[in-house]
């Protein structure tokens, strides 16, 4: 008996020291979690900051502002989460469309499940343009809203080598056409579009009526009169994803997917852009850093 109860008494005395060593590193664990948190935040409150201070200087911000059609086309809308999102095409925007979409069915799949083609033409995507004006401005004041920038020559790059070096029959026929007619006396040649070429004919273009694949951000998104509650970026892309989908309560079984469209290639890197940038003359540079001016300054990015 005594032998039972000495046993016993070794037993609890393992459970209390054993709970004494993880309720030690729980104030440890927290404090680390804490502080990753801070550091995010403070992040979010500088690219606030340096979007909010920009937007003053050049008088982007407007006491009258009106939300335009092509802004409110590119909001997408989830009254599940009470969740908003600005598509910026090449910057991860098929990704948290798939999210969306499964959102809007109330779905527990992988996104890995949903078509990558039809997530771009499906109808069950809803656009804030669809909602009458009055719950529009109702949806932008009460949702959580989010915007995703990247590298602006990085995007530009990256658009480049998706549409035109890929037989994407819109733009390696239709769009090259356009800019063979602008670039080559021989419009019958069968040669991709160089970047070069592309470059030349988007820095003559009027950045309203671009393509939204090389649309200046800031255009897509009007973040000078929409204000944002979390300014992602692609750079910082798992820790930004990760805040959203807490901060809107998604399902902890949910994913951004990792995938890619062409996943025999290489993602556009700074490496690869370096490359193909410096196939641009210093005029077709400066060109290229007009176009996109506001884009580097809004969201704190080097034009060097």
């Known amino acids: 008996m005594n032998h039972l109860l000495e046993k016993l008494f070794i037993f609890l005395l393992f459970i209390i020291l054993l709970g004494s060593f993880f309720l030690g590193l729980f104030p440890v664990w927290k404090m680390k979690m804490t502080g990753f948190e801070d550091i995010w935040l403070k992040k979010q409150r500088n690219r606030r900051d340096i979007l909010n201070n920009t937007c003053l200087k050049n008088s982007s911000s407007s006491s009258e502002w009106q939300l335009e059609h092509n802004v409110a086309w590119q909001l997408f809308v989830d009254e599940n989460h009470k969740f908003i999102y600005c598509e910026v095409p090449k910057v991860g925007c098929s990704n948290w469309k798939k999210i969306i979409l499964l959102f809007t069915l109330n779905l527990s799949r992988d996104t890995t499940e949903v078509n990558h083609e039809r997530i771009h033409t499906t109808k069950l995507l809803k656009r804030l343009s669809t909602y009458p004006p009055e719950q529009q401005m109702e949806l932008l004041n009460t949702y959580t809203k989010v915007m995703f920038s990247r590298h602006p020559l990085e995007r530009l790059v990256s658009a480049y080598r998706d549409k035109f070096l890929h037989s994407e029959p819109y733009y390696s026929i239709t769009v090259a056409n356009e ?18 070429e592309f470059v030349n004919y988007l820095v003559t273009r009027n950045q309203s009526d671009m393509d939204i694949h090389w649309k200046p951000m800031f255009l897509l998104c009007d973040p000078c009169n929409i204000h944002y509650d979390i300014l992602g970026k692609l750079e910082t892309l798992a820790e930004d994803v ?8 998604a399902p902890e079984s949910l994913h951004y997917p990792n995938g890619k469209m062409n996943s025999s290639e290489k993602r556009t890197s700074k490496a690869i852009t370096s490359a193909y940038i410096k196939q641009l003359s210093f005029e077709q ?6 176009v996109y001016q506001k884009d580097f300054s809004l969201f704190n990015y080097s034009c060097n």
């Open 285 to 290: 540079m400066q060109k290229v850093k007009q």
């Open 242 to 249: 990760d805040h959203v989908l807490r901060r809107i309560g």
């Open 179 to 196: 800019i063979k007619v602008f670039s080559r006396k021989d419009i019958n040649s069968t040669n991709k579009i160089t970047f070069q």
